[in-house]
């Protein structure tokens, strides 16, 4: 058994990188012991950053070994960089030395636990499916952020990519969701509720009526029913439940909202005198508030049910949310999630 969690961070993936990537991975390496960081890319750019740390990284290609955090850094060389706009399906095929490709065949091959990258998403879904796999009786692997609430936090369970789901996908959503809050996040018995236009069981569209009574005979969930959007924040769910399109929605809605708000409280600060000496009086409680309602600190958005972890973080992310998105890496393995996960759909097949 290695001694590290080991994670392969796709380098060259999202608007700042290698940048931010690289440096979000330093800090995790700097935060915790437990994590080894494989640094996939192109190997000359990456020692480029690398080097603003004092570090070189041990090179897959030579089998170098260093000291200290050089041990917990090593680059993979991949030539190669799906950009965004690229259709998913074919760069996953025509570009087989990309940073996405090399990364999740580590996964595979189980050099590494996890992969994370906030490079295309489009592809990230896509090589997950087809290069790290599902697990047996997965029907449709879920792409699942925490985000802030009153309570703490909920996952919102499906949030991109399965825009047209099936009732039997989103009872599996709850069921995976339930596990990742409960072994991963802490949260005991989680709440699980399904997004709707109303508290009454008769209400929603077609697929939220099929799904509402599958979710009330799962003997294995804390189901509570529907949830409507307005409630979500206040923490009425704690495994948040919908098909991709009405997540991504939400997950929109939400950053959006909390980005104009907190604009709006600072600038509203800033106007009077009166104003300004009560935000310095206010700022330390302020800023410890604000800071728990900021998506960042969560980390990036588990692709459940691969036969490895993959992680999706925002495609502008910071070092701060890199960072974060390695770091959760370490309990979903030391959990055994995807063990939990095979069990569950397991005895659901049997019975």
Known sequence: MSEFVNVAVDAMGGDNAPGEVVKGAIEAIQESNKIKVFLVGQKHVIEGELAKYGLSGNDSSTGQSGNGQERQVEIVDASQVIETAEPPVAAIRSKKDSSIVKGMKLVKEGTCDAFVSAGSTGAVLVGGQVLVGRIKGVER????????????????????????????????????????????????????????????????????????????????????????????????????????????????????????????????????????????????????????????????????????LVVKTHGSSKSVEVKNSILQCIAFQEQKINDKIKEQITRKEEV
């Open 141 to 308: 692997p879920p792409l699942a952020p925490v985000i802030p609430t009153a309570n703490g936090c909920a996952l919102l369970i499906d949030c991109g990519a399965n825009v047209d789901a099936r009732a039997s996908h989103l009872v599996q959503f709850a069921k995976m969701g339930s596990i990742y809050m409960e072994h991963v996040m802490g949260v005991k018995n989680p709440k699980v509720g399904i997004v709707n236009i109303g508290a009454e069981e008769e209400k929603g569209n077609a697929l939220v009526k099929e799904t509402f009574p599958l979710l009330k005979e799962c003997s294995d969930i804390h189901f509570i029913g529907s949830v409507e959007a307005r409630d979500i924040p206040a923490g009425a769910a704690d495994v948040v439940v919908c098909e991709a399109f009405v997540g991504n929605v939400i997950l929109k809605m939400y950053e959006g909202v909390g980005g104009i708000l907190i604009e709006k409280v600072k600038a509203g600060m800033m106007t009077t005198l009166r104003s300004k000496i009560g935000a310095l009086l206010v700022k330390p409680a302020l800023k410890k508030t604000l800071k728990a309602f900021d998506l960042e600190q969560y980390g990036g958005a588990p692709l459940l049910g691969l036969n490895g």
